[in-house]
């Protein structure tokens, strides 16, 4: 199964990218569907973002998780409001960084004490463009509260 979502993005980036534009920039809308990896699941959604400025980013996603055993299954729904601060540095094709999460996790199922509520979420990163309308996105995120943790997602930021 992780194979086969790998190469789905993988796939996908080669099509899209075939167009050009600049990197990360004021007015650039960016699209990534992601899939990650945390201490409970393996969440996938997808993510967009606007940028503002040349460094500033804000947009959106929403990740869905679930998990479970023969007895009992549970699923969590994340959506939430993003801001990104990216730095300028001098290594070709490559756009780090840094920014907030703030959303809404909503659980169902049987998970005792948990509940739904709010999050922040601090998170780090980087793109990678194969392409300037193409590029592979890993974000590593840390979370408190109900939902602590790190974890990441990963994914392909298409140039829309």
Do not use: C
């Not at 990534?32 to 969440?43: D, E, F």
């Not at 840390?142 to 602590?148: N, T």
């Amino acid at each position: 199964m992780k194979k086969g979502i790998f190469v789905f993005f993988l796939m996908a980036a080669l099509i899209v990218g075939l167009g050009y534009s600049k990197m990360f920039e004021k007015g650039g809308k960016y699209l990534t569907p992601q899939v990650g990896l945390n201490s409970y699941a393996i969440p996938v959604g997808v993510s967009f973002g606007f940028g503002i400025t040349d460094n500033v980013e804000v947009g959106g996603s929403m990740l869905y998780l679930s998990w479970g055993d023969e007895l009992y299954n549970y699923a969590v729904v994340t959506p939430s409001a993003e801001a990104f601060y990216h730095f300028k540095v001098n290594v070709k094709n490559l756009d780090p960084f840094a920014g907030l999460n703030i959303g809404y996790y909503y659980f169902t199922g049987d998970l005792g004490s948990f509940s739904s509520g709010l999050f922040l979420s601090p998170f780090v990163g980087a793109r990678y463009y194969f392409s300037p309308k193409t590029a592979a996105m890993l974000k590593l995120y840390f979370s408190a509260g109900q939902l602590s943790g790190v974890g990441f997602v990963g994914g392909v930021t298409f140039q829309i």
